[in-house]
């Protein structure tokens, strides 16, 4: 298959100052691709443009051969909802919650069901009942990445979500997260700095003096 999930054309933004020009990156299904740079180059900036977060000064991004930043509020919802599982530095689990609490929450939203062999592979099947709170850094991440698997998306964004991770775990997540995206004809965009980790994707971009590089 290599359909098209993801298409980014010609994009530029910047905030006070221009972080990036006339880049394009296109992204298909079964495929994952890392973007590496330096911290404040504006790698999260151009996954929040990719994902449907920021509109970009001048550009357009097709999602699923749809052009986003045209959509209306319900379609760009649905979208978010069904389509895409987005893993930021920050999770939003509910902390009062247990961690099966939080995992429900999502599969109702996104009428999926709950997969037990991928809490497994997350080695956090002994945690389902605790509360979010109770639970370490590295087991909250876990959960967090669960939440956004059991959504079943077809479009993983993830920006630097092993950087609390000590390196084991980092792999595991990364093992899942390939697992993922083959068995669910899914796909993924990884920002990292960390080039070790980047290996892993099927193909590496640098993204420096405002442009996006395959290295
Ligand atoms: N919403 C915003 N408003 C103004 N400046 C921003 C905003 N978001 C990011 N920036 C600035 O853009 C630059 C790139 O940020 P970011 O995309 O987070 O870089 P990276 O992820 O590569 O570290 C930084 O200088 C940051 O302060
Ligand atoms: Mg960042």
Redesign the pocket.
Known sequence: MSTSILQASNISHG??YP?FANIDFELKVHESKAIL?R????????LHIFSTFIKPNSGYIKLFDRDIYSLDENEIEHIRRYDLGIIFQTHYLFKGMTALENLEIATMLADTNIDNSLIEKLEISDNMYQKIGDLSGGQQQRVSIARVLSKKPKIIFADEPTGNLDKETSYLVMEVLLDYIKNNDASLVW?THDENMAKFCDKRYL?KNQKLNEI
């Open positions: 905030f006070d972080l740079g911290s404040g180059l504006g790698k999260s900036t151009l920002v993204l």
